[in-house]
């Protein structure tokens, strides 16, 4: 199984269960993903942002 991507775009992808998976990014500001794994597979993502006042 094949998946394509567009390499001219910043992302963040998890493959899970043969699917291609995009995380999301954060809405706007400086942010930070993290990505927890359980048994081999990643179980849930963590979406935190800053905005400048």
Do not use: F, R
Request: glycine content about 8%; overall charge positive; hydrophobic content about 30%.
């Amino acid at each position: 199984m094949k998946a394509e991507i567009d390499l001219m775009k910043n992302a963040t992808y998890i493959v899970k269960d043969g699917q291609l998976v995009k995380v999301d990014d954060p809405p706007k500001g400086y942010g930070s993903q993290t990505i927890v794994w359980q048994d081999g597979k990643p179980k849930y993502v963590d979406i935190k942002y800053t905005s400048k006042c």
